[in-house]
């Protein structure tokens, strides 16, 4: 008789797998003890659910305890099969798990999250296309007599015999061929018939030129070595990757990842929306568009199929380089060497829904656990970043200046609080602003203008009781969108027409107060009536693919100005441009939220970098209410350093991040006493529970109370470490034993 090692260890064990195609099915099941050899997470096996066999993908092993009686009765796994390509790698099991622990996240939210329902088909549907190819070039006798007789037919072969490539039927039937024809060509044995197969391509419109590596400048080689020295390391410390906008980073990180992938491993390149950065994406495309790999794109835009189709690409090594926006950083790469996060301090980073992660600190995570060299590039990095910097813990590599050298665009700021009088559109735009337009449109130069609002105008005010038109359904007021002549909720969605008096008073004389990117737009058509304008913010962006039309037009020149809100702020290089200007600086400033001011400096450097990028230098008009605030005046120098310094100095003495961990927790109720009530009892428990270096707040109402119905009640709590919060705090959600109407959200270093 055989004895197996597992029957040499003490107790039988436990697995936990996950079923194909259920992303919320995880069941227990006993490990034979008749297997030979270690089972490890991330293991394929079929297993028994409800008398049908299943393919699942084992998550964790723990050994039975003797005392777990339910455990008597579970099924034993049927095998150890499966394709290897169609489950999660182990690396990333391991990266699910310590999600689950980290963040408070159910395990099956996790999951799905790492590996998207379509992915797990087992069945690769990508589009098959009939297709035909030449079989025997005809000899020229035969071709003579077909020109005679079938002159379409003799059209046809001559064209299919330039071809390279099959040609799919369709394709065909475009160019002038019929069924007939072909069908006629295929009868004589001139062509065969054969299959395209080809993935959905979101980027298939785009053309590619194959672009070549830069001679780098001496900063950027030696950004380079750091970066290669990191991918050889046996412990490589992440790189903070600091260079201004324009300073040749992303050809770094292109030349990077040439060497990664030549060396034989894969490469991750995240950013932060990949629909605002075509850009981005078409350089990668370009650069690697005649190498052997291909390039997977996923991000949030994708359709299910498309998604499915880029998964497996990358899942069975066909593409071994991954762009994508944070969900990226969960891509099935199998030999990970490098993980790339540009501009690495962007909030749309943080995921705001369960499983409520941060790519970024995934990425660093995911290459300490598959060792692998992590870049975090940017122009303004984050304070937790510096941080990390200054602690050792990160290696830096700067690149202080702009390839060409060119100068940095200077500053002008416009104070409002006494500019504001005189300012066209009712103290929209300044003076200043105003002639800086107009001399650059003259001297054909092109502009940008920011306003980080939407809509017409802010809200709806009667200046006779002073009422301001709300939403219904959450405490915030409503803003006029001129174009579908409505008042919309930016929180929850909800519409209603316009009132002609107010619903308090009856006044007729109820007006519009503060503006947004569609009147800032009817006022400057009214200025400069023969400009060439376009509004770029989430109504004018709604069809897909306009956004990119929109930067080809600016590009080709045919748009002299683009107005919009932040998401033209992001990336883009259009050397053209000379002037950016900064509606409303103030915007981010005054929010409630300890990063407002880090915020406001880097929305600041960044519109900063959108100008004077070609020949001609550039320049920057701020219009603010609050000229003397320290993000303002660090950004005009462009002072990371000495920014970071103060801010970083204050976030120490006040025990905000990145020193301490900051914990949220948010009751939900359609009952506001239910919410406020449940989230005091969960407060006080763990005041009793919690070691005294966690700071606790108090149960207090959200910044915006009610939201889509729902009262929200939150608290916050601070520790240097954060499971010194979570782990108490998991156990007392537990016990709490809330009402079914109450919804309680934790959310781990939230953003
Ligand atoms: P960043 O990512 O830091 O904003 P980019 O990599 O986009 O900077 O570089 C800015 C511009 O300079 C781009 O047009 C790029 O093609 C060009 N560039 C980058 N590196 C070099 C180089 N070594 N030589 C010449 N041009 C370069
Ligand atoms: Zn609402
Ligand atoms: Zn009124």
């Not at 568009?289 to 052997?292: C, F, Q, R, S, V």
């Given at each position: 008789m055989v004895v197996s090692l597992s029957a040499l260890s003490s107790a039988p064990q436990i697995a936990r797998v996950l079923i194909d195609g259920a992303p919320s099915l995880l069941l227990d099941y006993r490990v034979p003890e008749s297997w030979a050899g270690p089972l490890e997470s991330g293991a394929r096996v079929q297993v028994r659910v409800r008398q049908a066999l299943r393919t699942g993908t084992v998550i964790d092993l723990h050994p039975s305890s003797e005392a777990a009686e339910s455990e008597f009765d579970l099924l034993e796994l049927e095998d150890r099969s499966g394709d290897e390509s169609d489950g999660i790698p182990a690396g990333l099991v391991r990266l699910a798990l310590w999600m689950e622990s980290y963040y408070l996240a159910k395990l099956t939210d996790v999951l799905r999250a790492i590996y998207p329902e379509g992915a797990r088909e087992t069945h690769y549907r990508a589009i098959e296309h009939q297709a035909v190819r030449v079989a025997r070039p005809p000899s020229p006798e035969a071709l003579e007599k077909l020109r005679q007789r079938a002159p379409q037919q003799a059209r046809c072969l001559a064209h299919l015999g330039q071809q390279t490539e099959p040609i799919g039927l369709a394709q065909l039937g475009k160019q002038g061929f019929s069924r007939a024809v072909v069908q006629g060509l295929l009868g004589k044995g001139f062509l065969e018939k054969t299959v395209l197969r080809r993935e959905r391509d979101p980027f298939a419109q785009a053309e590619f030129v194959e672009s070549l590596p830069l001679p780098l400048t001496k900063a950027q080689a030696g950004a380079l070595q750091a970066i290669l020295e990191e991918t050889q390391a046996a412990v490589p410390h992440p790189v903070?990757?600091?260079?201004?906008?324009?300073?040749?980073k992303t050809e770094v990180y292109l030349q990077a990842i040439a060497q990664v992938v030549a060396s034989g491993r894969d490469a991750i390149v995240l950013v932060p929306e990949i629909s605002l950065t075509p850009q981005t994406v078409n350089r990668f495309k370009s650069r690697f568009?005649?190498?052997?790999t291909e390039i997977a794109v996923l991000h949030s835009a994708l359709g299910a199929g498309e998604r499915q189709d880029e998964w497996r690409k990358v899942r069975c090594g066909r593409a071994r380089i991954v762009i994508g926006a944070r969900s990226a950083v969960f891509a099935p790469v199998g030999n990970l060497g490098l993980i790339v996060v540009d501009e690495e301090q962007e909030a749309s980073y943080k995921q705001d829904n369960p499983p409520r992660y941060h790519a970024r600190d995934l990425a660093v995570l995911r290459g300490h656990l598959e060792k692998c060299a992590v870049v975090l590039g940017s122009a303004t990095p984050s304070l937790e970043s510096t941080a990390n910097v200054q602690a050792g813990k990160y290696r830096r590599v700067q690149l202080t200046t702009r390839i060409g050298e060119q100068a940095l665009p200077r500053f002008r700021f416009v104070d409002m609080r006494r500019a504001g009088k005189s300012a066209l559109g009712g103290g929209m735009i300044s003076e200043l602003l105003h002639q800086g337009l107009s001399r650059r449109l003259e001297a054909g130069e092109q502009a940008i203008l920011f306003l980080n609002r939407r809509g017409f105008s802010r809200f709806l005010q009667c200046p006779d009781c002073a009422h301001v038109v709300e939403c219904r359904h959450c405490d915030v007021s409503l803003t006029y969108h001129r174009s579908e002549e409505r008042l919309l909720c930016h929180f929850c969605g909800y519409q209603e027409l316009v009132p002609r008096?107010?619903?308090?008073?009856?006044?007729?004389a109820i007006q519009f107060a503060g503006y947004g990117t569609q009147k800032v737009e009817q006022v400057l058509r009214g200025l400069y009536p023969k400009m060439r304008l376009e509004r770029v913010d989430a109504d004018s962006m709604r069809r897909k693919n306009r956004l990119q039309e929109v930067f080809r037009d600016f590009k080709a020149g045919k748009i002299q100005v683009l107005l919009g809100t932040q998401l033209l702020a992001k990336g883009l290089h259009f050397p053209n441009v000379t002037l950016v200007g900064l509606l409303h600086a103030d915007l981010s400033l005054h929010l409630p939220d300890f990063r407002a001011g880090e915020r406001t400096f880097q929305l600041l450097v960044q519109v900063a970098?959108?100008?004077?990028?070609?020949?001609k230098a550039g320049e920057v008009i701020v219009q603010t209410f609050s000229p003397h605030s320290p993000s303002l005046q660090f950004a005009r120098h462009h002072d990371h350093q000495g920014f970071a310094e103060q801010e970083l100095e204050l976030r120490k003495a006040f025990h905000f991040p990145p020193y301490f961990h900051l914990v949220t927790v948010t009751s939900r109720s359609k009952k506001e006493r239910l919410a406020q009530f449940t989230l005091e009892t969960l407060v006080n428990r763990l005041k009793k529970e919690l070691p005294p270096e966690v700071l606790v707040g108090e149960a207090v109402p959200a910044p915006?109370?009610?939201?889509a119905d729902h009262y929200r009640y939150q608290v916050s709590l601070r520790a240097p470490k954060s499971r010194t919060i979570t782990a108490p705090l998991k156990r007392a959600l537990l016990e709490?034993?809330?009402?079914?109407e109450v919804s309680l959200l934790v959310d781990v270093d939230p953003v």
């Open positions: 903070l990757l600091q260079g201004v906008t324009g300073s040749g568009a005649t190498a052997e008096h107010c619903p308090q008073c009856g006044s007729r970098g959108r100008a004077g990028r070609g020949e915006v109370l009610r939201v709490l034993q809330a009402s079914k």
